[in-house]
Nanobody, 126 residues
Framework: QVQLVESGGGSVQAGGSLRLSCAVS????????MAWFRQAPGKEREGVAS????????YYADSVKGRFTISRDNAKNTVYLQMNSLKPEDTAMYYC???????????????????WGQGTQVTVTS
């Protein structure tokens, strides 16, 4: 019933920009939090950015603060991640997620989310 489909990944040089999109379909059963996570080879999946659906409040990992911006277009049921000043360490598979347990676990916790996309690859070369 619920699908999240990421797009916009690719390969860019350090200092470049990419804009990721996540199209959400189906009823998300009241999920109020949306987020982007990433996972690099050999590393754990980490929360990158999150946005609260009804208030628009945003949260960022320290490593991307000031460079990445999360936003949501409610009319299009789409969440975006604008990534600027990309660094090689940003290379990872990026996943979109939505969930409802933010008040308990926080906006960047894996435990908050129960719906996930398949991911889109971002590669940043030096």
């Amino acid at each position: 019933q619920v699908q999240l489909v990421e797009s916009g990944g690719g390969s860019v040089q350090a200092g470049g920009s990419l804009r990721l999109s996540c199209a959400v379909s189906g009823y998300t059963y009241g999920s109020n939090y949306m987020a982007w996570f990433r996972q690099a080879p050999g590393k754990e999946r980490e929360g990158v950015a999150s946005i609260v659906r009804d208030t628009g409040a945003t949260y960022y990992a320290d490593s991307v603060k000031g460079r990445f911006t999360i936003s949501r277009d409610n009319a299009k049921n789409t969440v975006y991640l604008q990534m600027n000043s990309l660094k090689p360490e940003d290379t990872a598979m990026y996943y979109c997620a939505t969930g409802s347990r933010g008040p308990w676990y926080g906006p960047l916790s894996l435990q908050t989310y129960n719906y996930w996309g398949q991911g889109t690859q971002v590669t940043v070369t030096s």
